[in-house]
């Protein structure tokens, strides 16, 4: 089984900072993409961004330009750089993982709250 723990979450001012961190522990022969998604309140789980394991990004028109995610293959671990939050930006944000042996695979969720 493989486990994805995120961190990085909080409260935070329109036009801060936040960075989330996910840590994927477990069996694992490979990790194929990594991303983040998110879900506001009353509103569908969205895709934010992913990577691929060659370094290829893929990021939501409302993320473009203040978001950057990255990868460290060694340690297993995707981070979500968030500058010039928003308070759209309100949601519980939700690490992906697609994995070898374990397939499809979802952190628990942290919360991040941009307050205008």
């Known amino acids: 089984q493989v486990q994805l723990v995120e961190s990085g979450g909080g409260l935070v001012q329109a036009g801060g900072s936040l960075r989330l961190s996910c840590a994927a522990s477990g069996i694992i022969f490979k990790i194929n993409a990594m991303g983040w998604y998110r879900q506001a309140p009353g509103k569908q789980r969205e895709l934010v961004t992913l990577i691929t394991s060659s370094g290829r990004t893929n990021y939501a028109d409302s993320v473009k330009g203040r978001f950057t995610i990255s990868r460290d293959n060694a340690k297993n671990t995707v981070y979500l750089q968030m500058n010039s939050l928003k308070p759209e930006d309100t949601a519980v944000y939700y690490c992906?993982?697609?994995?070898?042996?374990?397939?499809?695979?979802w952190g628990q969720g942290t919360q991040v709250t941009v307050s205008s």
């Open positions: 992906n993982a697609i994995t070898l042996p374990s397939g499809d695979v």
